[in-house]
């Protein structure tokens, strides 16, 4: 019998919460840091009898009027919230580095909010994006007050996390973010000429130029620096409890389940969300009724973990497996005792092809049979013609250059001759996918550098092909991202991509299709293919791109199928 899994419980296991028994007082106030600087920080306290626990939110983006608007709902349930605009943003003092003083920020406000007279010395935080990150900083600094912690879709480490995949950058997410929040307040950036600015070299200059944030020009070229002190100065073991929360469209899918993986104790929660987006409805699909939305992850979830951990209420966590993820194609909700699931079996599917798997109209196939002697796969890749993105994990949109978020039919891309097409047979029954997806290529190139891109897909039976998730290597970090090694024209080398993790039911009469080309654009950079720095050149090469899928060079696909026996 499988036990690894169980169905989540009924509504009814939810009824043990804070109800809102209290009317709400609003203020304002100067939260003065070790160094001076005085954070504007607003206040929603209950009107009663305290002292509170205390719900504090931390921000670098304008909040609505009344500030405290979006978290009311916790004051009415006897919580004090605290919310507050970080340093140098929206009439906070100081200037606004970000990522960079958090941490420290974070740690004097929490000592601030348990020095006063409504507070009970215990404090929680929530919030999204940038806002979970302000969560983390602040709770590695080890504060005994701070109890738990609720990051939805945070970046962690900060600075890769924004820049960094596979060896690439996130392009269309990078100048996005950048222009939104550079200066002390947010931009409107609908109305920036971005198709000009994303095909601008060379990359820095979007950055320093059209942008002018130059403290992102810090972040991309220290990046893995600053990612090797993050991790060497974290200490995770001061992370009070945190429940991660992400989507499986979301950019930064792989930082919460790194996080989750590296605190001692968590709970995750994964949707079928883009970043910021939780509604049902996500790219070409919808999800169905049960995905549930944003206010039942605040007003259940959210309020579930703080009333456990800052009110000492029953709320059933303790009962409940630590995972709940969203199983998209059957479109369920599912308890899971651990991530990745352990009963997932890594099975491989093999490139086939005579040679010509251009296009989807071309004769690649997807088999658990390993290739015999059979013919590669050959495509030009030229930076001046990059495949465009067709959604996937994006942020977008700006402009008229904006990206689509999520499962977005690829027939467009699949029609272009430098994408490679590989299909399975039609599937006679369901096949779970749950866990982390990776390709093995064996490939080679006439150029000192370059990348390669996979997406997987499902093909529905009128021929819809739905982006699952989508990858990146640059291959000059084949070894690894501290090691950069470039390629030797005409060497077979094999390569690894890995893509997101997921949980996808490929339906009977689907199929599963896996898409190969160089570039993804402007998801991420493109690769100028000369071996030089692609964020500091102008100069570009066009590179021959060999895919070889034979019973000594066995190209595939590693899935994590889950059993549907039990």
Known sequence: MNTSFCTPPHEESYSNLSQPRWSVDRSETLVKTRDGMGMRTYLALPRGRGPFPTVLV?????????????????????????????RGRYGSEGDWLPYFNEGRDGYDTVEWVVRQPWSNGKVGMLGGSYVGWTQVATALEGHPALKAIVPHASPYPPIPSIGASGGTFLFHQVPLWAAAVHGSVRNDISQMPWDRILWSLPVLEI?????????????VESYRELQSRFFAEADFSRIPPVQCIAGWHDHILHDTLDLYSRVREGRLIVGPWSHGDYGRTVGDLDFGNEVGSLDELQQVQSLRWLDFYLKDIDTGLASEPPVRIFVMGRN??????????????????????????????????????????EPPDCFVYDPSDPVPTLGGANSGPCGDAGLRRGPVDQRAAEARPDVLVYRSEILTQELEVTG????????????????????????????????VQDGILRCRFRESFEDERLMEPGKVYEIRIELPPTSMVFLKGHRIGLDVSSSNFPRFDRNLNTGADNERTTAFTIAHQIVYHDRHRPSRLILPVISMEG
């Open 58 to 86: 931390r921000s670098p983006y304008p909040f609505p009027d009344p500030p405290t608007a979006g978290y009311e709902f916790y004051a009415q349930r006897g919580y004090a919230v605290v919310v507050q605009h970080v």
């Open 207 to 219: 950055l320093d130029h059209e942008i002018g944030t130059s403290w992102y020009r810090l972040c």
């Open 332 to 373: 369920r909700w599912r308890f899971e005792r651990e991530w990745p699931p352990a009963r997932a079996v890594s099975t491989e599917f093999f490139l086939h092809s005579k040679g010509a798997a251009h296009t989807a109209r071309g004769v690649g196939y997807l088999s658990t049979e390993c290739p015999e002697d």
């Open 436 to 467: 982390p997806v990776s390709i093995i290529l064996y490939i080679t190139t006439d150029v000192p550098d370059t990348d390669f891109t996979a997406k997987l897909v499902d093909v529905y039976p009128d021929g819809r092909a739905m982006g």
